[in-house]
């Protein structure tokens, strides 16, 4: 088992990515295309003939010092394999990472968590819908408050849309969340117009009959989920509970088909997703010693 450090211009772009879409546990945060967007700079971990992965999202630290720190709008990264690794396999990737870099706080999934001593785990928590159930079975899981939310959104005289464009999804997406940087704003509309190009999502919203955008979202296909990146709702649709309307649109509209709705769910949005019946899954915040601390979603 050889485990190699290569910098982000010696990585063959074919291979890697062919490793992200066959690996076992492959996520759409592992394309090139997608940390190139998020990532400022990043290097990589590489077994063998990129039989396995782990990207390392690199940024400058104190006293000139490099340190591994999880990209904004990346939720997990993994060691990402076409079979599941070994304890071995993770340990030795982890040894691996520590010898380059002393400083880490990465996010990954469940099976690259380190189980190592002297490094910290710190877990968080995402949602997932499985929609291959008929729509009608679906909605008997939701909560009663989401059944009344979504009858009084009924009421309404709303339209469903699906043509803006990445920069409207943005800069909405900006309104709710008015700490995030240029940089990921824009990096936000380079992976949007990225999963447009090679057929992967698509943009919904809700807009009133005065064409305002009460909600909205841009939705990835990827490795058998459909995950939310971008969602938004006004403060008027927030009141009127649209952002509810548009999930439950969706979930209609894809319902009965062979994947999940994956709610990519931060801090505040958990309780949206319990409210449709989701199911949470563990990941885990991974800190060397000199790194405890939690990763930043945004």
Not at 180 to 202: P, T
Request: aromatic share 14%.
């Amino acid at each position: 088992m050889d485990i190699r450090l290569l910098r982000r211009e010696e990585i063959d772009k074919t291979k890697w990515n062919s490793c992200i879409h066959y690996a076992f546990n492959g996520n759409i945060f592992g394309y090139m295309w997608y940390l190139d967007a998020m990532a400022r700079d990043w290097d990589a971990l590489v077994m063998d003939d990129y039989a396995a992965v782990l990207p390392l999202p690199r940024v400058a630290g104190r006293w000139g010092r490099t340190r591994i720190q999880q990209p904004p709008l990346t939720r997990e990264l993994a060691i990402y394999a076409i079979d599941p690794p070994s304890d071995k396999r993770i340990n030795s990737f982890w040894e691996a990472l520590a010898t380059h870099y002393p400083e880490v706080e990465l996010t990954v999934d469940s099976f690259g968590q380190v189980r190592k001593a002297g490094w910290h785990n710190t877990t968080a928590t995402n949602y997932f819908l499985p929609l291959a159930d008929r729509y009608e079975n679906l909605r008997e899981r939701y909560s009663p408050t989401l059944l009344e939310q979504l009858s009084a959104a009924a009421t309404q005289s709303w339209m469903s849309v699906s043509n803006l464009k990445p920069e409207v999804v943005a800069e909405k997406y900006r309104q709710a969340h008015p700490h995030i940087s240029e940089a990921v704003f824009h990096g936000l509309q380079r992976i949007m117009y990225n999963v447009l190009h090679r057929g992967w999502g698509f943009v919904s919203g809700i807009t009133d009959g005065q064409s305002e955008i009460l909600a909205a979202d841009f939705f990835i296909f990827s490795h058998g989920r459909m995950m939310s990146l971008a969602p938004f709702a006004s403060e008027r649709g927030k009141e009127i509970h649209a952002q509810a309307f548009l999930y439950d649109l969706i979930i209609r509209q894809q319902a009965g088909k062979p994947q999940s709705l994956d709610f990519n769910a931060h801090e505040d949005f958990a309780a949206f997703a319990e409210q449709f019946g989701a199911i949470d899954y563990p990941y885990y915040h991974v800190a060397s010693p000199k790194r405890v601390g939690l990763a930043k979603f945004f």
